[in-house]
């Protein structure tokens, strides 16, 4: 078979179709929501999203044809995708219909369809919730960027992910994958109250997977270990976030302090219980799989109890304002700029805001919309707080419906002074979770489990042996109550949780988290039966 | 060209609900005509997806996502066999696709040339066209039933729902879902594959309005007039009732009896276990005169048979591989595990080819059932035979932990009992288990008969990217020294 170089230097956005400009998506919106209302639903919303997306990436199994450049072989994609969601409202029921022909004729009869379908399941509704009131949002907004990426040509992409690619190889064990997906959004929202906003994203998805393998571990058949680069979460950005020699410098000495980690002689992990430390990424990522879907109201309210499942805080009366947690433990929501989900407006039209969901320990809040936050009434009324959405609803596609999802979350930093190593120098006998890519839980997040592949041992505060085939069980309340000491702003670090929402739509969860330091961790051996 | 979509509500004919083969091989053929010069190297794929899937919830709140979604996947140029510009798109309209496929071929630098592939393949190589010559099973998967029964049966079924378990004194939260699907896949070397298949699946939880107890019941079948919604309302409120009380229970190896729910997720979750290279199944070993796979080698008990019928009357599946550089070729009917003993593997076609075997897909789809000649035993007759051990309704969130020895872990989930002396003897707190289904599969007592079970509208993955899930069928089991790891507190 032969193969052809992916070398254009044409502007990546040549790839693409002309985007249908966003006059011809306003016509659109506004039909479907008169077509709606026409039809007798109570309220209509709609989204149209018209998406181009752009990965390029430098790893096992790309593109040969640039070989002769860095040695090993980009690869690419491209998606186009143009579609819709339609909302209607009666009583209580909402109907949802989505589609991809983007037509006069077919948006409307998606609207119509939504209305009906709603009008006749209405009657089974025996408690309507109401939505609660917001400003009827109007106008345009466009994330700030420098420089676009689309604007840049795949060859320039390439190379400048080839040069990570070599800054990698110039340390003695290390490898890196880079890929970056760059998405470009045009979103339109109008709805039956007479919003209409129109919404141009540019968000970015870099993953620079570092790989370390020292010539031990080839000889033991123990297989390499990845860690991802804190400074690279996904971010709402141009191609700036790129650029610079800082990022070549930072992705050299992550692969040294990899490797200099692998080098650590191994034991097999002993079942007790011990003094832990979490450095950000490990809590961020704790954090994201067992709290962030935690405070999801939907789920707290049991309306997901069918499929994902509930919350341990539930219900919201009863849990809003307890101390559950260490009082060390302060967590908000902040879609502003740069966090990949930056809006001016949220899937409803709601200015999103920043927000404490939890507070020295106690739940405060939860993610809402303008449909479910009327169940939170009597605590804001309580707490002099008015009773409106905050702007987390979200439709990560315009056809999956806004739910009001967890998305950019941040865990407050400790006093200056806590350092890594000073969370470490404190610990007799304990360990050291580093890089925790993935924790399972039970579906009311009560509790969980994880398998970490970068676990260390510490004695007297020093670190010195890696952990292998270690398990930690845990429950969710009790780990997150013995949280004893939160690291200052130099531990900081980006965790993140992903999970198909509907067949290839994934949401993901970032939380920007310090280290931290645990009473007490749970370990028991992986292997069974061997 | 404009293939005219949606054709939902009125359609009129259900047959002509989603994308024909005709109207498929329309969007090919425009695709394959923009190109200068020969065939694309990796097949062409399109999509389309009818979706119908309602959610109640607590009587209160109630749900619906209708629509349907086109995705043509197609790769620009001839690239090597693992590289390539892979486009994808939503839209069916010919201006739209011209445009994509002119900015791919511009893509091509002016003037480079092809770098000749140092292993090009021999389209005269015996092994290819073998494998070209490979038929497909023929399938039915397509009920007219469930296609018409898409955007009318809720108005009845969920009314049901919310008023029996209402009537409990319950807060049901429920979902009836329905799909109707279709796939072309076209290949360069020849091979055209086609597809049509519909599905439905209704799942009911019925919690305690204090949520300190839960139930759930599932139906799922490709063919609606199969579907009992009553059984699965039954079964919810049922156990929900019997879980009001339940009781911490010391977690350890105990005896469990596994009702099918519990094990499809254990089997489910088996499907990668057969396709990867380090499984209990392929040490992986490459020294000589040493085995890499357990071919050949009983594996589990000898009561247990495992197949993948593309045909399977309970829930069958497209008989060939659906995605990637391997999309369009055949897959068999497959008996993977005969009486315990592994008999195939899954080998994706270069693996195939290189190791003479027959490609076939990892079997997402599969039936698990007591070999010929065994005696059955129902869930009631397990638990009368059981002297101490833990009933498992189901389980939920399970993982894989480590594929080497198979070994996956998840929770117990809407019904656990404590079984002593032949009895339900209480309701009990979930546990987390820490187990293979190997291992498992070796310490079975009783295996009963096979049914297929409903997953619920959650937690697709990349390999399966539908819903309904692709069809489990799978039959309760009782096992002993099932290794409970830790108590969950979770409801």
Redesign the interface.
Known sequence: MASIPLRSRQPAAAFFPDLLAPDILHSLALAAVDAARSAGAEYADVRIGDLRVLRLGIGEGGLVGIQDLIGDAPSGSIAYELSYGIRARVGGAWASVFGNTCTLDAITASAREAAATVRSLAPVIKQPWTMVPAPVAKGEWTTPIQIDPFAASPDEHVNLLGAFYNAACRTPDGDVWPNVTWTGETRVFASSEGALTTQHFTRASPTLSLTAKTPLMVARDIRAVTGRLPQLAPTSAGLEILLGPALQETIKAAIVELTALLRLPTTTAQVGRYEAVFDGASLGTLAAYTLAPAVELRRALGYDADGDGTSFLSPPQDVLGQPLFSPQLTMTADRSMPHYNAAQWDDEGVSPQTFPLIKNGAVVDYFTTRATAGALASWYQKTGQSVVSRGSAMAIRPRTAPTGRASELTIASGAPGMTMDSLVRHVKNGLLVRSMEYITTDPQLNGGAFFPDMLFEIKNGVVTRRVLKAAVQFGTKHLWKNMTTVGDASTLDHGFSSRYISPEVIATVSVRAPAAQFAQLDVIQRQVNE | MKIE??R??GAGDPRTLVLSQEEGERIAKLIMSLRPQGPF?WPMSIVH?VQSV??????????????????IEFWG???????????????SDEA?LR??VD??L????PG?K????PE??DPDDPILTTLNRRSFVPVSLWHDTTADAM?TA??TV??EI?NQV?AAGL?G???VGFSARSQLVIHPIGRLAYSKETDCEV???A?TPD?GA?G?GGQAHRDWSRIRPELAIAQAVDLANRSRTRFGLEPGRRTAILGPAAVAQLVRAMAALFGSYQSPFNTGDRRPNRPSTKLGQRVVDPRVTMISEPNDPDGGFPPFFERGGDAGFPTPATTWIDRGVLKNLAYGVSMAMQNGKIPRVEPYSIRMQPAPGTKTATVDEMIASCKEGVYVHRF??V?M??YK?G?M???T?DGCFFVKNGKIEKAIK?F?F???PI?ALNKMELIGTSERVAF???????FE???PRLPVIVPPIMVHDF?F??L????
Request: charged share 20%; proline share 5%; no cysteine.
């Open positions: 979509l949606p939902r509500q190297s997806t309602t959610g109640v919830s607590q009587g209160a709140v109630i749900d619906t996502t209708d629509g349907d979604t086109m995705d140029g001839d690239f090597g066999h693992y590289s390539g510009l892979r486009l994808t798109t939503n839209q739209m445009r994509i900015q791919v511009a893509m091509r630098a480079t092809a770098i000749p592939d090009p393949v955007y809720r108005n969920i009314p919310v209402s807060l939260t429920a979902t799942t009911v939880t919690r949520n839960s759930w939920s969130n993982e932990v480590d020895s070994v872990t998840g929770v989930r979930n987390r820490l187990d293979s291992f619920g509208y959650r937690n697709y993955g990349r990217p539908r819903f290794n790891s830790a969950a507190d979770a409801v």
